[in-house]
């Protein structure tokens, strides 16, 4: 997947249903050379050899088709390996027995909640299969009450308000929870993913994706974002609105590899935890 660590991705055969507009993972599927083993027992297996692994960026792990699987291998690779750390990325519901486990092993897990704007009309429409904004609010206050501090997902972040709306909206919400940190990124749309969206034929999210015209290749995907300079721009503000509200954050670039070397604002190149430092 990313450069983001040397670890492997947990891909599960239960793909997001309703998957996100702008998301062209959903019906990825990977050649035989790239799958290092398959099954629930031999995935298990597996993964103590691991410092690490992804619960998914391919499709959700607490999708409710997957989130009881998610939960057996969590378990039971923590018994096996005490210092294996998973990178959890969802945007679902996670279940109460699931969030008494992370909390319980707290000190050996990063988790990462993507909510990227507090427009519901907004995220209902690109993020047709995604938990409601209250929901994934709920599920970071009861996460970080229990001492699970969670990196908050802001991507991909559309530059783009209505009335009332204010850039400040989303991190001051975010500070009132206790959120500390957030990972922010403009995204890359590739033409089917932009076509999609276009197709809704909504006002402000037309005027959101008006302003990618930039047309880069990044990763495995070649696809449109914003310019260099007003990238730099957008992300300016939005970590001016975020460090306001005492929010660390950085921009990930996964989708921004442009910007190494370039710019001086606060990049995210690689997902860390204490317990790699020893591995």
Not at 129 to 140: H, T, V
Not at 203 to 215: P, Q, R, Y
Request: aromatic residues 8%.
């Amino acid at each position: 997947m990313y450069p983001c660590q040397a670890v492997p991705v947990v891909v599960f055969g239960k793909r997001c249903p309703k998957p996100c507009l702008y998301c062209d993972l959903h019906r990825k599927q990977f050649d035989s050379d790239q799958i290092i083993v398959s099954g629930r027992k031999e995935v298990l297996k597996n993964l103590q050899k691991f410092k690490g692994t992804y619960f998914s960026a391919v499709a959700d792990c607490f999708l409710p088709a997957n989130c009881d699987l998610t939960h057996y291998l969590l378990e039971h690779v923590w018994k096996r390996k005490e210092d294996f750390v998973p990178l959890i990325v969802t945007k679902q519901v996670i279940p109460n027995k699931s969030i008494k486990l992370l909390i319980t092993n707290k000190h050996r897990v990063v988790v990462q909640i993507s909510l990227p704007s507090l427009n519901q009309r907004l995220l209902s429409l690109l993020e047709p299969g995604a938990a409601p904004i209250i929901k994934r609010l709920e599920i970071i206050r009861k996460l970080i009450r229990g001492g699970v501090p969670v990196i908050v997902v802001v991507m991909p972040w559309f530059d783009i308000y209505e009335k009332n709306e204010s850039i400040e909206d989303l991190p001051r919400v975010l500070s009132g929870i206790g959120v500390k940190r957030c990972i922010i990124g403009t995204g890359v749309l590739p033409e089917p993913q932009k076509q999609r969206i276009v197709d809704l034929n909504d006002k402000l999210i037309l005027k959101a994706i008006s302003k990618m015209t930039a047309v880069r290749q990044v990763t495995t995907k070649l696809g449109y974002t914003l310019p260099f300079r007003k990238r730099i721009l957008a992300f300016q503000r939005l970590i001016n609105a975020f460090h306001k509200f005492g929010i660390k954050a950085r921009i990930c670039t996964a989708d921004n590899l442009d910007l190494i070397n370039k710019t001086k604002l606060p990049l995210c190149t690689e997902f860390r935890h204490n317990l790699f430092r020893k591995n």
